[in-house]
């Protein structure tokens, strides 16, 4: 009998997170699952979710990322409403907003397997006391409703126990995978070229790039700030950011403010991802916080050297000297250091630029495995009721 999961995210908007979702929601044994996939409107990938073949997508309107307490409610009670529809024996949340609304939903609804997965927190620097309190409370209060955790990162299980958010037995890693191969793939020289032409980058100039949504979290406004630096120190150096976001208005005009028009470049979300990322000759990501940032993952399959924040899993995933470079978070100086030291060896046998094959807990069909795997052993207790759909009581398992 076939076992109903139905994943809960905010919005489908071109990051790691949403990848995870769609790809884990794609990739379900179908003689096993029955993936139901609800999220908010607008997102850019909404319309790649609903062409997936045997996923039942639905659309919550009053799901968005702000926190809007009248909003929410009518989303909170949408999310009830699907749910009684589809009756799920698992209901599965990703990110931070629809995983506090989504859980309360499937609560209401008689779900009897709520899972989590943890992308990094929305409990984030800079909050002010307050509502760091409120939002640990919040997580903690919602935490009595969670059957199982997953996290991104060994760091963030750390921070969940540190918080008292939940028991360290009812907690899991589980990495957000890629498929290492595209990144891996050979790309011409001619095809290289063409690229980095695209990008803003001539004949023997050193090109760095970031992949990311401009939102505060990424903080491209340091990524700006490190390239004034750079420019400066290398009149070779070329920087394009690949992505769109809340923040590209303030990015464009400290571009200008700099006079960097010609050195920074804003292409917008590309679907090349691979090929772009072989085309650069470093990965510089700026964030703030973070779960595990899945471009590190594809720059480290690429055999791109890095230089990124020492934020979430970053330090899982780049072994500082060997695959790339770390700083502190907002530390412009020394990410511009490293930067330097990371372009004016490349190509003489730089961190990284041997690349490395990606052990397996970082391979995108190992994640669902292990997605499964976890999906089975909670379910095995369920009653033929809880598989079929019928609607059930509203009983927690204490577990």
């Not at 899991?172 to 063409?194: H, K, M, N, T, Y």
């Amino acid at each position: 009998m076939k076992t109903t999961v139905c994943t809960i995210i905010t919005m489908l908007e071109p990051g790691g997170a949403q990848e995870v979702a769609l790809f884990t929601v794609a990739n379900l044994d179908r003689a096993r699952f029955r993936p139901v996939l609800l999220t908010g409107p607008g997102g850019l990938l909404t319309d790649e979710a609903k062409a997936l073949p045997g996923v039942e997508v639905g659309i919550v309107p009053s799901l968005a990322r702000e926190i809007r307490p009248f909003q929410d409610l009518r989303a909170l009670v949408e999310l009830v409403r699907l749910l009684r529809r589809w009756r799920p024996s698992i209901v599965h949340t990703h990110s931070s907003k629809a995983g506090i609304l989504g859980r309360w939903a499937a609560w209401l609804a008689g779900v009897p397997v709520i899972v989590h997965t943890i992308h990094g927190f929305g409990i984030t620097p800079g909050q002010p006391a307050w509502l760091r309190i409120l939002l640990i409370g919040l997580e903690r209060l919602t935490g009595l409703i969670t059957t199982y955790w997953v996290a991104v990162a060994e760091v963030n299980i750390e921070e969940g126990l540190r918080w008292k958010l939940f028991h360290r037995e009812r907690a899991i890693v589980i990495r957000p995978g890629i498929d290492p191969r595209p990144f891996q793939a050979p790309l011409s020289l001619q095809e290289r070229d063409r690229v980095r032409v695209e990008l803003g980058a001539a004949s023997g100039d050193k090109l760095v790039g970031m992949v990311a949504c401009l939102k505060p979290q990424k903080a491209p406004l340091d990524f700006v700030a490190v390239a004034a630096r750079l420019c400066v120190r290398l009149p070779a150096a070329r920087f394009v950011l690949i992505g769109d976001g809340e923040l590209r208005p303030a990015v464009e005009a400290r571009i200008r403010t700099a006079g960097l028009e010609d050195r920074v470049r804003i292409v917008g979300w590309r679907r090349d991802v691979p090929t772009v990322m072989r085309a650069l000759d470093a990965f510089l990501l700026t964030s703030h916080w973070e779960g595990l940032a899945r471009v590190l993952l594809e720059a480290r399959a690429a055999a791109v050297p890095v230089v990124a924040t020492r934020v979430g899993g970053a330090e899982e995933a780049i072994t500082d000297g060997r695959y790339g470079r770390l700083c502190a978070a907002g530390d412009i100086e020394g990410l511009a250091d490293r930067l330097c030291e990371v372009l004016k060896v490349c190509g003489e046998g730089s961190p990284g630029r041997a690349g490395d094959d990606l052990p397996d807990e970082f391979e995108c069909h190992e994640m669902v495995r292990r997605y499964q795997q976890l999906y089975d052993k909670l379910s095995a207790g369920l009653s033929k009721e809880h598989l079929s759909g019928k609607p059930t009581d509203l009983v927690r398992r204490a577990q």
